[in-house]
């Protein structure tokens, strides 16, 4: 009777033992087939288990569980329902705006936050209550970049390549051109739409070249900016190449050794600046090198780390915090990440400037940031 009564007195005082950690869910692939040989996806998930495990050796009641989304939407669909039917308390994760979308509308009528790292698309916050996110959205990222097109790069006659098939970048190529012409009523722009598969960029750029363009806008995939790249430099085309931020590491271009031209500028922006700077860098940088050095540090594990390292920064403080109460702490903690301060603005997203690139010779140099 006595060791019955000392084993309830145990379970009374001690209520952390049997408490149930906090269970998050990375959705993340986890090989790098089917998205032009990525490694973003295994980033984005080394470094999230990374800094939950260092979370819970600092005391946080934290469980990770990666689940594998792979390369298709359809795949995204079911990874996101399993994360709903097995009722985890957050996810984080997703890259790419189509799969944030559809991850987005499951998880927020299952009630579970949902954390996105770089996914720019409106529609992966718009109208919900459960999801949030790092990146800047692409109102933001068109309203700067058409001002760095027609103020900063002067351009008079504009040609914009946008793929019809997929949220991102149709929206994102409609968009700039909305706000071109809020800046500049008689700017000449005409518009190129693709569906995805399409390849036959050759005879497009005869078409396009033909309106006699000195900016070229492509809110496209890096594996179609480098066809294109490619068949310009053969024409001997002069005008600035404006990508957007789909562009992770070096252009594809680069790696496959094409011929490069100085007559093409060739500008895109970022997430991250590059740099490893301000109160995160050394935490990052040793969590990196302790568990995910096999990848090179990049714009996705920047904006991974911060998705996670946000979250665990609330949860640190209220680790009770749950469903959409979780969701407005995330947007009212001060942090100060790789990919930079974060405020959120009205709307719900981050008020974030561009980190713009620029190609020199075979190099790849931060040019500006831009805000």
């Not at 800094?51 to 996101?80: C, M, P, Q, S, Y």
């Not at 987005?104 to 720019?120: D, H, N, R, W």
Request: glycine letters at 6%; one cysteine or more.
């Amino acid at each position: 009777m006595k060791r019955a009564f000392l084993a309830l007195v145990a379970v009374l005082v001690s209520p952390a033992v049997s408490a149930k950690p906090f269970r998050v869910a990375a959705i993340y692939p986890n090989h790098m087939v089917g998205h032009y040989n990525c490694t973003c996806g295994m980033e984005g998930a080394c470094i999230t288990e990374a800094a939950i495990k260092r979370a819970r050796e600092e005391g946080l009641n934290v469980a990770f569980t990666l689940v594998n989304k792979d390369w298709n939407v359809f795949k995204t669909l079911a990874a996101a329902e399993s994360v709903a039917a097995r009722h985890f308390d957050a996810a984080v994760g997703t890259l790419i705006s189509q799969d944030a979308i559809v991850t987005g509308e499951v998880l927020e009528a299952a009630g579970i936050p949902f954390i996105v790292p770089t996914a720019t698309n409106p529609k992966v916050t718009a109208g919900r209550h459960l999801v949030t996110r790092i990146s800047f959205n692409d109102y933001r990222q068109a309203a700067l970049l058409a001002r760095l097109a027609l103020k900063e790069l002067g351009s008079k006659k504009i040609a914009v390549i946008r793929n019809i098939s997929g949220p991102y970048s149709d929206f994102l190529g409609k968009q700039f051109v909305v706000e071109a012409r809020k800046l500049d009523s008689k700017v000449e722009i005409a518009e190129f739409p693709i569906i995805e598969g399409f390849t036959n960029f050759k005879g497009l750029l005869t078409k396009i070249l033909a309106v006699n363009p000195d900016l070229l806008f492509t809110p496209i995939s890096q594996g179609d900016i480098a066809s294109i790249y490619v068949n310009l430099v053969g024409r001997g085309s002069k005008l600035t190449l404006l990508s957007s931020d789909t562009i992770e590491g070096k252009p594809k271009f680069l790696d496959a050794n094409a011929p490069l031209s100085d007559k093409i500028r060739f500008i895109y922006p970022k997430h991250w600046n590059g740099r490893f700077e301000g109160p995160e860098a050394a935490r990052y940088l040793s969590l990196h090198r302790a568990h995910c050095k096999q990848y090179e540090p990049s714009m996705t594990t920047m904006a991974a780390y911060d998705a996670v390292e946000l979250l665990l920064r609330v949860l640190k403080k209220n680790p009770n915090a749950r469903g959409a109460e979780l969701v407005r702490l995330i947007r009212e903690t001060p942090y100060h990440g790789m990919t930079g301060p974060l405020r959120y603005g009205k709307d719900g997203d981050p008020v974030k400037p561009i980190e713009l690139f620029e190609l020199k010779g075979r190099d790849v140099v931060h040019w500006r940031r831009y805000e």
